[in-house]
């Protein structure tokens, strides 16, 4: 059973940079596209950007141009690289497959964009 371990949140203000790690156990985390996703309150689940076995990336529209996701299969870790934080970034954010069956979530990570 694969787990995930999202990590690298944090508070920071508007046009600042985070960067999110998502850390898988299992050997055939290598096989899969995988995607971040985010929660804010009161609003589903979203998936923001999306990553193939082979590099090829997608993005929702609200974070073309300021996020950026790859991964290292060698150590089963997805990355987003987020820049130019806006407000309306504020969510948690998890990692799993970008398509069904998805692996257990993981605890997420809070990432807060505040003045």
């Known amino acids: 059973q694969v787990q995930l371990v999202e990590y690298g949140g944090g508070l920071v203000q508007p046009g600042g940079s985070l960067r999110l790690s998502c850390a898988a156990s299992?050997?055939?985390?290598?096989?899969?596209?995988m995607g971040w996703y985010r929660q804010a309150p009161g609003n589903q689940r979203e998936l923001v950007a999306s990553?193939?076995?082979?590099?090829?990336?997608n993005y929702a529209d609200s974070v073309k141009g300021r996020f950026t996701i790859s991964r290292d299969d060698a150590i089963n870790t997805v990355y987003l690289q987020m820049d130019s934080l806006k407000l309306e970034d504020t969510a948690v954010y998890y990692c799993?497959?970008?398509?069904?069956?998805?692996?257990?979530w993981g605890q997420g990570t809070q990432v807060t964009v505040s003045p």
């Open positions: 990553i193939t076995n082979s590099g090829i990336t």
């Open positions: 799993n497959k970008n398509r069904l069956p998805r692996f257990p």
């Open positions: 299992g050997s055939i985390f290598s096989i899969y596209a």
